[in-house]
């Protein structure tokens, strides 16, 4: 968990939208407790294969898009992220992340 505590900011904005137009937000806060839960719960690890489609650095932040296919609840299901990511302290951590899952 402390690993995955730094790739992300205290500042972290996370939206999930749904295929129906819903959406979730979540900060940094929420977006630990539900990995911890996780992890306490003994879930399967997640899906780590990832198609990256863009990544792009501006000034001090860093643009990522990519496609994954993961379970957050419902089942394994194709999920685009838009990540943006700021350099702190020599490292790059993901301050806002913007997630699209996609229709069946």
């Known amino acids: 968990m402390d690993e995955l505590a730094q790739c992300y ?3 972290l904005q996370i939206v999930i ?3 129906d137009g819903s959406f ?3 900060d940094y806060a929420q977006n630990m407790a539900f990995f911890q839960n996780l992890r306490d719960s003994g879930a399967a690890a997640l899906n780590t294969a ?3 489609y ?3 650095r501006q000034g001090g932040t860093g643009y ?3 496609m994954r296919r993961m379970d957050l609840g419902a089942g394994e299901q194709n999920i685009l992220f838009t990540l943006m990511l700021r350099q702190e302290g020599g490292r790059w951590r993901v301050f806002r992340e913007h997630a699209h899952i996609q229709a069946a």
Do not use: E, G, I, N
């Open 54 to 56: 863009y990544a792009q």
């Open 17 to 19: 939208f749904q295929p």
């Open 9 to 11: 900011t205290p500042d």
């Open 64 to 66: 990522v898009s990519a």
């Open 24 to 26: 979730t937000a979540f």
């Open 50 to 52: 990832v198609k990256f």
